[in-house]
């Protein structure tokens, strides 16, 4: 097989880079998307839980009691920075998903208009 000339080598990087970043991108979402449903599920409990109950809030090794609604208000604080950190890692990932199709079609032209070596 024939060498690549170098500019079609950095694109190939660069098209191998940009992947790279969209699966650690859609990876990240991913573990963001579990903490804010753990969050609202926590929320959820909460709410179910009567009145009285004691409420507990785990600190490493230890479960703490802890206020009620100071609990809720930080649980509701936790669910929308998880949710706006989610949003934007989406925007981030669809961009670079562009950037993704930009370069593949960039490559297809440059391969399709190479002449083959004798």
Known sequence: MEELPPQLKHMV????QAQQHAQA???????LELLRLETQKALEALEKAPQDAAVYRSVGPLLLRVNREELKKELEEERETLELRVKTLERQEERVTERLRELQQKLEEALKTRKPEA
């Open 25 to 31: 991108l859609a990876s990240q979402r991913q573990q």
């Open 13 to 16: 990087a660069q098209y191998q």
